[in-house]
């Protein structure tokens, strides 16, 4: 990283939303409002599950491309299962991204009535430990999003578990990204300028040098996060609700220095959703005309040219 232009977010203990929820409240508050993303420390994920979905991921990725492709399915909006690489673009971008990604969402019972806007997961059948870590890890990054929320709801004034109800059986999406090596004179970029779309995500694997977030003042600032940390940040629709008061800030994957040109990079985002039929309506009660998360998802995987 370049010295002078990392951003200053000092890591967060996540235990502090029990033992001291008003410190955790600032705090969070404090680096959100500055910059949109805040470094958690001490979240409670076992490191064996990070690793052993680590593992999975990447034997995964590792497979021929044919057989990847058997998990890619046309018309789902890439929301189960694999999206190839040279798909995503970002919003407004000409060029796609240097990646491939699974993604895996939320178990619904039968006869649930989500269903119908959220579909089942897909599972490799090659590799045996992919279902059991992946929906673990989803699991374990589901709670630790909910922790974070009880403390955002308290830095706006709210109670503690506003959030519990508009993200119960929320349309929440773990994603595993595949970065592979860099080879030739690819774009400046391995992932684009762009915003979440979702309420927060939660990002393991950031410590793989690459990650930015664009300041207030338009410079570009690296995100350093210790080994063992997640990076979390404000996406679109918890700006929305917010007023602004909560910015989802542009960020953005550049490609590694010439030393680290060869190795793949690897990262978890988990990004937590809403419920499909939540409305989004601004907390002050003006501004933009409400919608439900179901029809903002819609409209903005539309802009990303994932549907």
Same mark, same amino acid.
Not at 145 to 171: K, M, Y
């Given at each position: 990283?370049?010295?002078?232009?990392?951003?200053?977010?000092?890591? &967060?203990?996540?235990?502090?939303?029990?033992? +001291?929820?008003?410190?955790?409240? !600032?705090?969070?508050?404090?680096?959100?409002? *500055?910059?949109?993303?805040?470094?958690?420390?001490?979240?409670?994920?076992?490191?064996?599950?990070?690793? *052993?979905?680590?593992? !999975?991921?990447?034997?995964?990725?590792?497979?021929?491309?044919?057989?990847?492709?058997?998990?890619?399915?046309?018309?789902?909006?890439? $929301?189960?299962?694999?999206?190839?690489?040279?798909?995503?673009?970002?919003?407004?971008?000409?060029?796609?991204?240097?990646?491939?990604?699974?993604?895996?969402?939320?178990?619904? %019972?039968?006869? +649930?009535?989500?269903?119908?806007?959220?579909?089942?997961? #897909?599972?490799?059948?090659?590799?045996?430990?992919?279902?059991? !870590?992946?929906?673990?890890?989803? !699991?374990?990054?589901?709670?630790?999003?909910?922790? #974070?929320?009880?403390?955002?709801?308290?830095?706006?004034?709210?109670?503690?578990?506003?959030?519990?109800? %508009?993200?119960?059986?929320?349309?929440?999406?773990?994603?595993?990204?595949?970065?592979?090596?860099?080879?030739?004179?690819?774009?400046?970029? *391995?992932?684009?300028?762009?915003?979440?779309?979702?309420? &927060?995500?939660?990002?393991?694997?950031?410590?793989?040098?690459?990650? $930015?977030?664009? +300041?207030?003042?338009? #410079?570009?600032?690296?995100?350093?996060?210790?080994?063992?940390?997640?990076?979390?940040?404000?996406?679109?629709?918890?700006?929305?609700?917010?007023?602004?008061?909560? %910015?989802?800030?542009?960020?953005? #994957?550049?490609?590694?220095?010439?030393?680290?040109?060869?190795?793949?990079?690897?990262?978890?985002?988990?990004?937590?959703?809403?419920?499909?039929?939540?409305?989004?309506?601004?907390?002050?009660?003006?501004?933009?005309?409400?919608?439900?998360?179901?029809?903002?998802?819609? $409209?903005?995987?539309?802009? &990303?040219?994932?549907?």
């Amino acid at each position: 990283m370049t010295p002078g232009t990392t951003a200053d977010i000092a890591p &967060i203990p996540l235990s502090l939303v029990e033992t +001291d929820p008003a410190a955790a409240a !600032a705090a969070f508050g404090d680096a959100f409002g *500055r910059t949109g993303f805040a470094v958690v420390s001490d979240h409670g994920i076992d490191a064996a599950l990070i690793d *052993r979905a680590l593992a !999975a991921t990447k034997a995964f990725f590792a497979l021929p491309e044919p057989v990847k492709r058997r998990y890619h399915i046309p018309g789902g909006g890439g $929301q189960r299962g694999l999206t190839p690489f040279g798909i995503e673009t970002a919003k407004g971008a000409s060029a796609s991204d240097l990646k491939e990604f699974w993604h895996m969402g939320r178990d619904l %019972p039968p006869g +649930d009535p989500l269903r119908a806007t959220m579909p089942d997961n #897909v599972w490799p059948s090659e590799v045996p430990d992919f279902h059991p !870590a992946v929906a673990a890890l989803f !699991a374990a990054l589901d709670t630790a999003g909910g922790r #974070v929320l009880r403390a955002i709801a308290l830095h706006l004034g709210l109670a503690a578990d506003f959030f519990e109800g %508009p993200t119960h059986d929320g349309n929440s999406i773990l994603r595993l990204l595949h970065y592979p090596p860099v080879t030739g004179t690819p774009a400046a970029v *391995r992932a684009g300028a762009h915003e979440d779309i979702n309420v &927060i995500t939660l990002l393991l694997g950031a410590d793989e040098a690459g990650l $930015q977030l664009l +300041d207030r003042t338009g #410079v570009w600032r690296d995100i350093e996060a210790p080994a063992g940390t997640l990076v979390c940040n404000i996406g679109d629709m918890l700006d929305r609700l917010t007023g602004g008061a909560l %910015p989802s800030t542009t960020h953005r #994957v550049v490609n590694p220095a010439p030393e680290r040109a060869r190795v793949a990079r690897y990262s978890t985002p988990f990004f937590l959703h809403f419920r499909p039929d939540y409305l989004i309506e601004p907390l002050g009660g003006e501004g933009v005309e409400p919608i439900t998360a179901d029809a903002f998802l819609r $409209q903005r995987l539309r802009e &990303i040219g994932l549907i």
